[in-house]
């Protein structure tokens, strides 16, 4: 940003295209900002904009404005890759800012300048093809796609229409935390599915012993009770190890 001082009343211009900026420098401008802006087309291009500030019928400076990427969305990508998911992005921006983010990213796919509707559509079509959809939203355009998904997933810094839309509601915007409630999710499920089987196995297994009297009664009750006891065991280690230290944050 570039802005003399000024005390009086001053009023803002966007430019999408880095010509009209420099078209202004007459106005009072840097040159050197109109060069910059010349020189950089893939920095100052379409993709981004500028607002002009002026004052008492001067331009005063120039204020760049971008989109930036989280600077955890591309660990995100990859762990969640790593969890062997498929990964998309549909967004209503610009088509070539998302298919940027995307190739930035290493996204599998991505729908830029993509409607509500547009987003039903597509999720349609997973669910269509026998796909599990987990949508990621913080929008109020994104409600709609949150509601339709096997699992909507709201950010906490989307609207309350998109919290209330999601079956799972993320604290804070790290998508590092998107990673953290999907690993906890299987290893939660993986508990549940070996502690229901296992009960079900060594009841079977119990029933088949004491029918033939390989099981006296008191032997039967130390088992049953034992492996009841490990499986309460097991199922501790669904609590996460550093949830008392999250509390601090």
């Not at 950089?40 to 971008?66: K, Q, S, W």
């Not at 969890?83 to 998302?98: F, K, M, P, Q």
């Not at 229409?161 to 998107?178: F, H, P, Q, Y």
């Amino acid at each position: 940003m570039n802005l003399d001082r000024h005390d009086g009343p001053a009023s803002f211009l966007a430019a999408a295209e880095p010509f009209l900026l420099a078209a202004e420098a007459r106005h009072g401008l840097p040159l050197a900002v109109a060069r910059t802006c010349l020189e950089e087309p893939d920095r100052y291009g379409g993709r981004n904009y500028f607002a002009t500030v002026r004052g008492n019928g001067r331009v005063l400076g120039a204020i760049h404005l971008a989109d930036a990427l989280r600077p955890e969305a591309a660990g995100a990508i990859r762990a969640l890759k790593s969890l062997r998911l498929r990964t998309e992005i549909l967004s209503g921006d610009a088509t070539d800012v998302v298919d940027e983010a995307a190739r930035s990213l290493g996204v599998d796919s991505a729908l830029g300048g993509a409607t509500p509707d547009a987003k039903i559509a597509r999720i349609t079509a997973l669910v269509a093809e026998g796909r599990r959809v987990a949508m990621v939203g913080d929008g109020i355009n994104d409600a709609p796609a949150l509601a339709l998904a096997h699992v909507g997933i709201a950010m906490g810094s989307g609207t309350s229409l998109t919290r209330e839309s999601a079956d799972v509601v993320l604290i804070g915007n790290d998508l590092g935390r998107l990673v953290q409630a999907v690993a906890l999710s299987r290893r939660c499920l993986a508990i549940v599915r070996f502690n229901f089987w296992g009960t079900v196995l060594i009841d079977i297994v119990g029933i088949g012993l004491a029918s033939t009297g390989f099981l006296t009664p008191v032997v039967a009750t130390l088992v049953h009770v034992g492996s009841e006891l490990l499986f309460i065991l097991n199922a501790s280690r669904m609590i996460p190890v550093g949830w008392r230290g999250s509390e601090k944050e």
